[in-house]
């Protein structure tokens, strides 16, 4: 059933457990991560980023997501990841998203907290969550302009000034494919689950260890994005196919929904989350 990531995260919050945020495309990746949750009674969010809208446009995305989480028998929110524009937010609201995230976090404090008040403002009155950024999880690109870890004395008058109902931190995580082993600063993470009742958010989960992703939920982490290991075990499933067997579209769709399901699986299994649907 489709709800929004509001209603899921405040569950996660009062059971202690975290859920999937996975940035799903295609029919291989959405089929294979809803069927993972549907398999593990587990409550789960299912997206697109404004960086993957040129694999698949936001309409079409939407549509699919739409279908998957209708005839679904867990809860599911469709979230839009990394909007940077308010064009796009307010597109995906109108569209019927029930949940998204307005990035902002590159911009000083005080402009960060103005937009975000603005397009919390236009999400709420249409029922939708919204999730913002303070500090800064840095991407895997040459412009971004540096990593920024979240200040615990900021986060009660962010979200208090803003309204956001989930709020991503940076306590060591980055984007993508990491290039030394992270660090996650957990005194920090606890530090601000203190302050605040907001769900809290992980980017750049992708190449954390389990312990890493069991102690992020034990000391308040609500929602865990993933997408990189999701999106390269779908694609190494297709290679090893396709070079050992054979290369027809229909029998390597199989086996990439297959590869998407169980990477999916491994990661909701360190959430705590099975059985709370
Ligand atoms: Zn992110």
């Known amino acids: 059933m489709l709800v929004t990531s509001k209603e899921i995260l405040q569950d996660a919050r009062v059971r202690h457990y975290g859920v999937g945020m996975f940035n799903t495309f295609n029919t291989e990746m959405a089929l294979g991560v ?10 789960v969010i299912i997206g697109t980023a404004e960086a993957l809208l040129h694999c698949c446009d936001l309409d079409l995305t939407f549509s699919m997501l739409k279908c998957l989480a209708d005839r679904a028998r867990v809860p599911v929110a469709i979230h839009l990841d990394h909007g940077f ?17 307005f990035d902002q976090s590159e911009l000083p404090y005080q402009q960060n907290v103005d937009n975000l008040r603005r397009m919390a403002d236009y999400a709420h009155q249409r029922g939708v969550s919204i999730e913002g950024e303070l500090g800064h999880v840095v991407f895997d690109s040459a412009e971004d302009t540096g990593y920024a870890y979240t200040k615990p004395e900021d986060v009660a008058d ?5 309204g956001v109902d989930a709020l991503a931190i940076a306590i060591g995580t980055a984007h ?23 769900a809290l ?17 034990r000391d308040g982490i609500q929602k865990i994005n993933i997408y990189t290991d ?13 070079a050992a067997h054979d290369p027809r ?4 769709s199989v086996k990439m929904r297959e590869a998407a399901r169980d990477a999916a699986i491994k990661k909701l299994l360190l959430f705590n989350c099975q059985g709370k649907a």
């Open 230 to 242: 999701v999106s390269f075990a779908t694609s190494q499933a297709a290679h090893d196919w396709v």
């Open 176 to 198: 993508g494919v990491y290039k030394e082993v992270p660090v996650l600063d957990l005194e920090r993470l606890r530090a601000i689950r203190k302050v605040t009742d907001a």
């Open 34 to 43: 809803m069927e993972a949750a549907e398999e593990l009674r587990a409550p």
């Open 249 to 252: 579209i229909e029998n390597v």
């Open 201 to 217: 958010v992980l980017h750049g989960g992708s190449g954390l260890s389990d312990d890493d992703f069991r102690n992020v939920v």
């Open 85 to 101: 524009t308010e064009s796009l937010i307010k597109k995906a609201i109108d569209m019927g998203f029930t949940s998204v995230m």
């Open 158 to 162: 962010f979200v208090h000034r803003t």
